[in-house]
């Protein structure tokens, strides 16, 4: 089981920066692709960005590529999203999520991702 905790949310200003964190709980945090996800009033859950369970490998959706950056620190446990450059379409509710390595195909899927945090707001706005 793991459970995972977002933060870092909050209001900021077009072209300003945030750096959301996402604490697990689990002792098997390094098993994991972890990826973010985010969702915009009365739109679909999509996916923003997804690292391997080593940081080897990252991939990005197209319109946050060259903003957003994602990491992980194994030995805490935790996952980071730097996002910046911040447009008023990234106002969303983004959640961090967790799936088995072994088991990803695209990583781009909520499907693929076995456990969620309950999610931290971020509004971009002027």
Do not use: H
Request: hydrophobic share 30%; proline share 2%; with cysteine.
């Amino acid at each position: 089981q793991v459970q995972l905790v977002e933060s870092g949310g909050g209001l900021v200003q077009p072209g300003g920066s945030l750096r959301l964190s996402c604490a697990a709980s689990g002792r098997t945090f390094s098993d994991y692709t972890m990826g973010w996800f985010r969702q915009a009033p009365g739109k679909e859950r999509e996916f923003v960005t997804s690292v391997s369970n080593n940081g080897g490998n990252r991939y990005y959706r197209d319109s946050v590529k060259g903003r957003f950056t994602i990491s992980r620190d194994n030995a805490k446990n935790t996952v980071y999203l730097q996002m910046n450059s911040l447009k008023s379409e990234d106002t969303a509710v983004y959640y961090c999520a967790a799936g088995y390595s072994s088991r990803m195909l695209t990583g781009r899927s909520v499907n693929e991702y076995n456990y969620w945090g309950q999610g931290t707001q971020v509004t971009v706005s002027s």
